[in-house]
């Protein structure tokens, strides 16, 4: 197929090469993630956890259509992050850093691989701490776990962007959190991790996006963020910023050669995806980056704060929407939750978790829904149905 004929026709899940594809980039994603959650422990150096996940991530697509004659890129599209109590997101330290873990902490972990352009991303979030997770970590925790499994049934061929807008907030007020504000849920097609159809987190007067339905054969990167405090997190520090995405659509002659230095390695290098600055030559880096931000040549994912004391919680999946129904290849499961709060008495959300994710195949001899042993192929960890692991009270 030539170049002109691809463009074309744009590769999407109706090809099985491509589902291929991102169920092989979700499958080491998730192993990737259980690496990096085993090894999150009181005194783990943080930078330490986030270069473990990016080479295993390496390592593990690396070795994956190895011996094609067209050169297939593969690897990390989202670095490593790690974001700890109140911090909201983008924390993937350089080198240099010393930040630990502590016990009891609420970790949130944030990451993405991908294989020929197609990504899966996922974010979790831990408590260091044994036993169920009890009071407002547990509220938090449950409000995004539960928001997401509302989302996964949401996003499906004819519902709207703002009907998922909508029910997560309300399920983030029945656990007494909040949304958090500036959260995008994005459209992912190859080598694009950030597309033009996009969920808003929290609809506000200040953010509005285009009223859009889901359509057969997309792909969607759900993030949901919730936070005990009031969800309007602050860049507190620019000098904690340490990923970009090179801003493919601009271009600016620059007038420093550090900074000329660090965009020719970053084009090299990272053309496309998301990258850190611990993959550059640090001194260097620290001066060119500035003057390339500044132009717009990159755009950077800045490290968001909210007070000291909120809690804040990260679920984020990758959901293909097949024609038998929603497919979430990406996730881990949560740890035992005691939330002092309840869906009990919220009818709406219990009416959005008994949606089915997968649709009823037509003609017969196939198995009834709920019979032991039907399980669609999909991703190495299943979503949970419903409000998983919380304890009853």
């Known amino acids: 197929m030539s170049d002109e004929d691809r463009e074309e026709k744009e590769l999407d899940l109706t090809s099985p090469e491509v589902v291929t594809k991102y169920k092989s980039a979700a499958e080491i994603l998730n192993k990737a993630l259980q690496l990096v959650v085993s090894e ?25 259509y190895k011996n094609v004659k067209k050169k297939i890129e593969r690897g990390v599209a989202f670095p490593t992050c790690i974001s700890v109590n109140n911090t909201v997101c983008h924390f993937s330290p350089l080198s240099s850093d010393e930040t630990v873990l502590e016990e009891n902490d609420m970790v949130k972990i944030d990451m993405g691989c991908h294989i020929d352009g197609f990504i899966a991303v996922v974010a979790h979030t831990h408590v260091l ?28 061929p004819g519902k709207k962007n703002s009907d998922v ?3 997560i907030q309300k399920v983030a007020a029945a656990y007494d959190c909040k949304i958090v504000e500036g959260v995008l849920s994005h459209q ?26 889901f359509e057969e054969n997309e792909v969607y990167s759900i993030d949901i963020v919730t936070s005990t405090g009031e969800g309007k997190p602050k860049l507190l520090d620019e000098k904690q910023t340490t990923i970009y995405k090179r801003a493919v659509d601009k271009s600016y002659n620059l007038k ?18 998301p990258f850190t600055a611990r993959e550059l030559e640090e001194k260097r ?9 500044n132009h717009d040549l990159l755009q950077p994912y800045p490290v968001l704060h909210e007070k000291h004391g909120d809690l804040i919680a990260h679920i984020k999946f990758t959901v293909l929407l097949m024609p038998n129904g929603s497919d979430r290849i990406t996730s881990h499961a949560i740890q035992e939750l005691t939330p002092a709060k309840t869906i009990e008495n919220e009818p709406e959300i219990k009416t959005w978790l008994a949606f089915p994710i997968k649709t009823k195949k037509k003609g017969g001899g196939k198995k009834k829904k709920g019979k032991k042993g039907e399980k669609e192929e999909s991703s190495q960890a299943e979503p949970m149905e419903g409000e998983p692991n919380v304890a009853e009270s």
């Not at 097609?189 to 339905?213: A, W, Y």
């Open 256 to 273: 420093m050669k550090a900074s000329r230095f660090i965009f020719s390695e970053i084009s090299q290098k990272f053309p496309i995806m």
């Open 165 to 167: 807008t909508e029910a």
């Open 285 to 293: 880096a620290r001066l060119g980056l500035v003057e390339c931000v």
């Open 129 to 156: 701490q044994g036993g169920p997770v009890i009071g407002r970590a547990a509220d938090v925790l449950a409000a995004a776990n539960t928001a997401a499994e509302v989302a996964l049934r949401l996003v499906r």
């Open 188 to 213: 992912m097609k190859q080598f694009v991790i950030d597309g033009n159809k996009v969920v808003l987190s929290l609809s506000n007067p200040d953010t509005r996006v285009d009223d859009t339905e």
């Open 40 to 64: 999150c422990k009181p005194k783990a150096k943080i930078v330490d956890l986030c270069e473990k996940g990016d080479a295993f991530m390496k390592e593990q697509t690396g070795k994956m």
